[in-house]
């Protein structure tokens, strides 16, 4: 044999063996916690092991840059009374950005000297969700319907100005259907490509390969019909695999339909670990560098870990968490109510 025809032969088995990962059998946690008083986390933006930075209820914005020995709290309060319930936060890099929920929407951007309103919504129905940015120019944030639509807001100058999408432009939203701001995780950007989960009376997914600007829907098997069941949270670990997840918030004992999986890019969906652990979950994330087959879902109910890409799952710990974002394998930031988490493993 030439030696020519030897490394042709031997390269798919070099790159083959490079692109295997061998998920961890068992996880074991410590989370060092960290109290936040008067007030409910379920955004965070983290920076790495050290620097963390979250939103929270009760006009609240706080970070640490030394990994939670000392941190900073400020409130960002609308004509000196209004206390806005921050549940998105997002980063260009450059700036922080922090939306609000409820009528009026605001969202503010914040440099290192100050912070600046930079949009505003007056809607009795008005309910944003989650934000993300797509590279440090282009951003997307979505909220519940104020007419047959999702409400999608974006910007293209790195968050200095925003626009909402007109309805025309998007598809129609069913009666009943709307979004959950539980986490900050019912968005997710690849690149160029963004999806929005839903639920109430449909738990569908809503993807976009054009930074927003077209967009295709697509149903799924997770838990639907009633106000609040649906889907809460979804990731992807590239633009192929991803996974759902949620249930029913007021029965967050029971696990029927609420986790799937899709691989093809999230236009059909298979249900997973029905009856299964775990139960109602308002967040899910792959670990990063596990290609794909180490994920965890947090909420009020404990956290749960996979080592098969979510096709089945362990409950590892009954600390109650909203959100998690992590830093690396061993890594994580978790929010929750009054409190923030360090996780390592």
Not at 64 to 84: A, C, E, N, V
Not at 234 to 239: A, G, N, R
Not at 323 to 345: P, S
Request: hydrophobic share 35%; with cysteine; net charge positive.
């Amino acid at each position: 044999m030439s030696r020519l025809l030897f490394i042709l032969i031997s390269l798919p088995i070099v790159f083959s063996c490079k692109n295997t990962y061998q998920a961890r059998e068992e996880i074991h946690l410590n989370i060092r916690e960290f109290k936040q008083d008067s007030t409910s986390i379920r955004a965070i933006h983290v920076v790495d092991k050290n620097t963390l930075y979250f939103a929270g209820a009760n006009a609240s914005f706080g970070f640490t840059k030394d990994g939670g020995k000392t941190w900073m709290r400020k409130t960002i309060t609308y004509q000196d009374s209004l206390k806005p319930i921050f549940r998105s936060i997002a980063s260009n890099g450059k700036d922080l950005f922090v939306l609000s929920i409820e009528n009026p929407a605001l969202l503010y951007k914040i440099s290192d000297t100050n912070s600046k309103l930079v949009y505003q919504e007056n809607n009795p129905k008005v309910f944003y969700d989650a934000m993300a940015f797509f590279d440090t120019d282009n951003a997307i944030a979505v909220g519940d319907p104020t007419a047959d639509c999702l409400s999608i807001i974006t910007t293209n100058d790195a968050g200095n100005s925003w626009r909402k999408i007109d309805c025309s432009n998007l598809p129609k939203t069913a009666r009943g259907e709307a979004a959950f701001a539980a986490s900050n995780t019912n968005i997710k950007i690849l690149k160029e490509t963004v999806w929005v989960v839903t639920g109430g009376t449909k738990a569908r997914v809503f993807k976009s390969d054009d930074k927003g600007k077209t967009w295709q829907v697509y149903n799924t098997p997770i838990i639907q019909g009633k106000e609040a069941q649906g889907i809460y949270s979804i990731d992807f670990s590239d633009k192929k695999h991803g996974i759902i997840i949620g249930g029913d918030y007021s029965k967050p004992l029971e696990n029927k339909n609420n986790i799937a999986l899709t691989d093809d890019g999230g236009i059909t969906w298979k249900s997973v670990a029905k009856g299964q652990d775990p139960n109602y979950r308002s967040c899910v994330q792959y670990v990063p560098d596990t290609n794909g087959q180490e994920v965890f879902a947090v909420g009020k109910m404990g956290i749960s870990f996979s080592n098969d890409a979510g096709h089945t799952w362990k409950k590892i710990s009954d600390a109650d968490y909203y959100t998690i974002q992590f830093v690396d394998q061993n890594t994580a930031w978790l929010g929750g109510h009054k409190k923030v988490g360090l996780m390592q493993f």
